[in-house]
C-alpha cells in the first residue's frame, strides 16, 4: 500500500510488511476504539479508510489526532440499537422533512445528509429542526390547514458543521380533479368556504391568499428558498402522484429567514434621533410655554402643554359646522372596525371554516361594505373646502390659490411623513413572525423605492399592489380633487347656474363612469363572498384609487358647502319638504347600507349587475343622509337624536384626532399580524373587538397628533397669518 507525498511514493505498509508490526504499535493503533463496539474499527479499517488520503510526514502517519467534534448525542453509542428503532417506527408514523431531495445545491445536498444522519440519532439539534417543521394537523376540514409550526425554535438552531436553522413559509396552492365530485366538498371546507379565492401569484402583502395553505418548514441556512422549493414540491409531487389531487408550491426568497446579528442600520438610528428629537423640542417647548420664558413662536408651536389643552379643547368657533364631527367620527370608527376584519383573515385559526361560515351571514355588511365609509370624507373635504373658499370670495373678493395649495401641503406632509419613517426604517426592526417579512419588511421595501410618489400625492396611480402606505390612497384622491377645487366653487360662485349644470353633468358622469367600468371589467366594490384577490386589485386600481371615480360625492360636499353660506343659519324649512328629505334620505341609507347583504352570503354568485348598481349608487345614498343631517342640523330646521348626537362636543376631540387615527392604523394591525406563531381559535367579538389594539391606536394617534401633526399646523396658522397681517399689526401682537 502507497500513500502520495511531495510527488513521490513512499511504502508506509504492504501486505507482507504487517506482520513486522510490533506489538505494541499494534495496540497504540487500536487503542483509539471506545468501550463500545458502535463505530469501532480495525486495523485493516483503519488503513483502508487512509488509503489515497495525503498528509505531511512530519505529523507522522499514525499520530492520534482529534476527531472533529460534532454535536450528536451522547447517549447513542450505548443505546444505539434502541434509538435506531425509535426513530425507525417514529419517521414512519411522522416522516420527517427532507430539505435535500430533488435537484438541490451540492451545499444544501451535504447539510441535508448530515440532518438526516443526526435525526436517525436522535440529536438534539436536529430533532429540533424537525420538530420546528409544520405537521399535518387535526381540523383540516374545519379549516385548520395554515400551519406555521415553530418559528423561535428553528431560527434558534445551531447545529454541526456550521448548521444553522432557516425557518421558510411555503405557499401551497391544491386544486383537485374537478370531475371528482367527492373531493369537491372536501376541498371547500378544507379551504373554508373560499371566502377569498386567490392564487399563488397573488400579492399578498396587503390582502390575504386565503385560499393558499402557508406551511412553516424548518431546513438548513445553506438552502435557498429555491432549493426548499423544489424540494417541497418533489416531495409532494411524489405523494399525490396517481391521486385526484395536484399540489403548486412556491417559497419567496424574503420568507425565507435566519437568525441574524442584531445590527440596526444607520438610516434606522438617523431616524430615530429625528423623532427622539421632535419629543426633545416638545419638552424644552412646554417648559419655555409653562414659565412664560419669551421664545419665537415657531418653537412654542411644539409645546406639549399647549398642544394637549389645544386636544382636548371643547371650544367652538363661530364657523363652525357641529355634525361634521360626528360623521367624521362614526365613519372613522366604522372604517377601523372594517380594516380590523380584514387583518383578521391573514392570521390561521384552528376552526377558519366555521369562521367563515360565522361571518357568510347578511349582517357582515358591517364589514364588507368598507368602500363606503371613505365617501364621507371625500364629501366633507368638498364641504369645507367650499366653505372656506366661499367665506374668503365673499370677504375678500379673491383666492390665494397658492396660499391654499401650501396649507394644504403644510397640513398633510409632516404627518405622512413621519409615519412612512417610522413604517420604513423603524417597524421593520421592532419584531419577527412567520409572516413578518411580508406584511411588515416587504412593505417597508416598497416605500423605500416608491416614497416620492405619496409626496407628490399620486400614488394612487401606480396600483394597489405597488403602493407605499397602501391604506393612504385616499390622501392622493382628496389632494388631486382638492386642485381642482378653486375652479369648481369659482364657477359656482360666479355663475350659480352654469356653475350648478356643469359640477352635476361631472357628477353624473362620475357616477356613469363607476357603473359602466364596474360592468364591463367585472369589479366590485363590495366585499362579497368568495370575491378574488385579483378582482379586489382591479376594483381598487381600476375604480376605487381613481379621482374621476369618486367626484360625485366630492361635488355633493361642493354644494353643500355652497348651500351652507347662502342659507342664513336660521332658514326655516317647509313641514312637508322635511318630511320628505328624511324619508327619501332614510330610504337611499337602507339601500345602500343593507340593500347588498345578500351579496355577502356563502351561497352567493357573482352579477355584475349588483357590482356595477353598488359602485354607482351606494356612495350617493350613504352620504345623502349625512349631507341631509348636516344642513338641518346647521339652518336649524332639526332637534332630532341623530342632530343632537352627531353634534355632541366629545367628536370635536375625534376630529383633531382622525388623521392620525387614519395614518396608524393599518401599521398597528399587520404589526399584530407579523408577529402571530401559531393557530388561534376564532372567536369573534374577542378578535374585532381587540381592545389592547384599539388602545394602541389611541395611544400613537394622540403620540403622532401632539408631536407632529398640531406643531405643524400651528407653524401653518402662524405663517399664514403673518403673511395676510400688517407688519405693524405683527408687531403689537408679539408685544402682547
Not at 169 to 177: E, G, K, M, N, V
Not at 272 to 298: E, G, N, T, V
Not at 680 to 691: A, D, I
Request: proline letters at 4%; glycine letters at 4%; aromatic letters at 14%.
Amino acid at each position: 500500500m502507497k500513500f502520495s507525498h511531495a510527488g513521490k511514493s513512499v511504502d508506509v505498509l504492504t501486505s507482507s510488511s504487517l506482520n513486522t508490526l510490533e506489538e505494541d504499535e499494534i495496540l497504540r493503533v487500536l487503542s483509539r476504539n471506545k468501550t463500545s463496539s458502535t463505530n469501532n474499527f480495525t486495523l485493516i479499517e483503519l488503513i483502508g479508510s487512509l488509503r489515497n488520503d495525503t498528509f505531511e510526514t512530519s505529523k507522522g502517519a499514525w499520530r492520534t489526532e482529534k476527531l472533529q467534534v460534532r454535536q450528536t448525542n451522547p447517549f447513542y453509542d450505548e443505546f444505539s440499537e434502541d434509538i435506531d428503532r425509535e426513530a425507525r417506527m417514529l419517521f414512519q408514523i411522522l416522516p420527517a422533512y427532507n430539505p435535500g431531495v430533488g435537484r438541490v445545491s451540492p451545499q444544501c445536498k451535504r447539510h441535508a445528509d448530515i440532518f438526516q444522519q443526526e435525526l436517525a440519532k436522535f440529536s438534539l439539534w436536529a430533532l429540533k429542526m424537525y420538530d420546528a417543521t409544520a405537521k399535518i394537523p387535526s381540523g383540516l376540514l374545519n379549516g385548520n390547514a395554515n400551519q406555521f409550526g415553530d418559528f423561535d425554535e428553528c431560527i434558534g438552531i445551531q447545529g454541526s458543521d456550521g448548521i444553522q436553522g432557516q425557518y421558510c413559509l411555503a405557499y401551497l396552492q391544491l386544486s383537485i380533479d374537478e370531475s371528482r365530485l367527492d373531493l369537491t366538498h372536501l376541498h371547500r371546507l378544507v379551504h373554508s368556504h373560499y371566502a377569498f379565492r386567490s392564487n399563488i401569484t397573488d400579492p399578498g402583502h396587503r390582502v390575504p391568499r386565503f385560499s393558499i395553505i402557508n406551511w412553516g418548514v424548518c431546513t438548513p441556512a445553506a438552502c435557498s428558498y429555491k432549493d426548499v422549493e423544489t424540494s417541497i414540491q418533489d416531495i409532494l409531487t411524489r405523494y399525490t402522484s396517481q391521486t385526484g389531487l395536484k399540489v403548486r408550491v412556491k417559497v419567496n426568497k424574503e420568507m425565507c429567514q435566519v437568525k441574524g446579528e442584531e445590527f440596526v442600520p444607520k438610516e434606522t438610528m438617523f431616524v430615530s434621533l429625528i423623532f427622539m428629537a421632535i419629543f426633545a423640542l416638545s419638552i424644552i417647548a412646554a417648559c419655555y410655554d409653562h414659565y412664560k420664558i419669551p421664545a419665537s413662536q415657531l418653537l412654542l408651536s411644539f409645546s406639549l402643554k399647549r398642544n394637549i389643552k389645544r386636544l382636548v379643547s371643547l371650544d367652538r368657533s363661530e364657523t363652525d359646522i357641529a355634525t361634521l364631527h360626528g360623521v367624521r367620527a362614526v365613519n372613522a370608527i366604522m372604517l377601523v372596525l372594517a380594516h380590523k376584519s380584514m387583518a383578521l383573515f391573514f392570521n390561521p385559526y384552528t376552526n377558519r371554516t366555521e369562521m367563515s361560515e360565522y361571518l357568510g351571514k347578511p349582517w357582515t355588511v358591517i364589514g364588507r361594505a368598507a368602500s363606503l365609509y371613505t365617501d364621507p370624507f371625500i364629501m366633507i373635504s368638498g364641504l369645507l373646502t367650499s366653505y372656506s373658499f366661499i367665506g374668503k370670495l365673499k370677504k375678500t373678493g379673491s383666492l390665494d390659490i397658492k396660499d391654499e395649495y401650501l396649507s394644504r401641503l403644510i397640513r398633510l406632509v409632516p404627518a405622512l411623513a413621519s409615519l412612512m419613517l417610522f413604517c420604513t426604517y423603524i417597524l421593520p426592526y421592532l419584531g419577527s413572525g412567520p409572516q413578518w417579512n411580508l406584511v411588515v419588511t416587504e412593505h417597508a421595501n416598497i416605500c423605500k423605492r416608491s416614497w416620492w410618489r405619496n409626496f407628490l400625492f399620486i400614488h394612487n396611480y401606480f396600483g394597489f399592489e405597488s403602493m407605499c402606505l397602501t391604506h393612504t390612497h385616499h390622501l392622493g384622491i382628496d389632494t388631486q380633487l382638492f386642485i381642482l377645487s378653486p375652479i369648481m366653487v369659482l364657477l359656482l360662485y360666479k355663475s350659480p347656474k352654469t356653475g350648478t349644470v356643469v359640477l352635476a353633468i361631472c357628477a353624473l358622469y362620475s357616477t356613469a363612469l363607476r357603473y359602466f367600468v364596474t360592468y364591463y371589467k367585472q369589479l366590485n366594490n363590495y366585499v362579497f363572498f368568495g370575491t378574488s384577490i385579483k378582482q379586489l386589485f382591479d376594483t381598487a386600481n381600476f375604480s376605487y384609487t381613481l379621482p374621476s371615480h369618486r367626484l360625485t360625492v366630492y361635488i355633493i360636499g361642493i354644494f353643500m358647502g355652497y348651500l351652507l353660506r347662502r342659507l342664513p343659519r336660521d332658514y326655516k324649512i317647509n313641514k312637508i319638504i322635511l318630511y320628505i328629505g328624511w324619508i327619501l334620505c332614510t330610504i337611499m341609507f337602507c339601500c345602500a347600507f343593507f340593500g347588498p347583504a345578500r351579496m355577502g352570503s356563502i351561497d352567493y354568485v357573482y352579477n355584475p349587475i349588483d357590482a356595477a348598481m353598488y359602485n354607482a349608487f351606494a356612495p350617493i345614498g350613504w352620504c345623502a343622509i349625512f349631507a341631509w343631517v348636516t344642513l338641518m342640523n346647521h339652518t336649524r330646521n332639526a332637534n332630532d337624536w341623530f342632530s343632537k348626537f352627531l353634534s355632541w362636543k366629545g367628536f370635536l376631540i375625534t376630529t383633531r384626532l382622525s388623521y392620525a387615527i387614519y395614518l396608524t392604523q393599518f401599521p398597528i394591525y399587520f404589526y399584530n399580524v407579523g408577529r402571530t406563531r401559531s393557530a388561534e381559535h376564532f372567536e369573534f367579538f374577542r378578535m374585532q373587538l381587540n381592545l389592547s389594539e384599539y388602545l394602541w391606536i389611541i395611544l400613537l394617534s394622540v403620540t403622532l397628533t401632539l408631536l407632529v401633526d398640531m406643531p405643524f399646523q400651528n407653524i401653518k396658522n402662524y405663517l399664514m397669518k403673518k403673511s395676510s397681517v400688517p407688519d405693524a399689526t405683527v408687531k403689537s401682537l408679539k408685544q402682547q
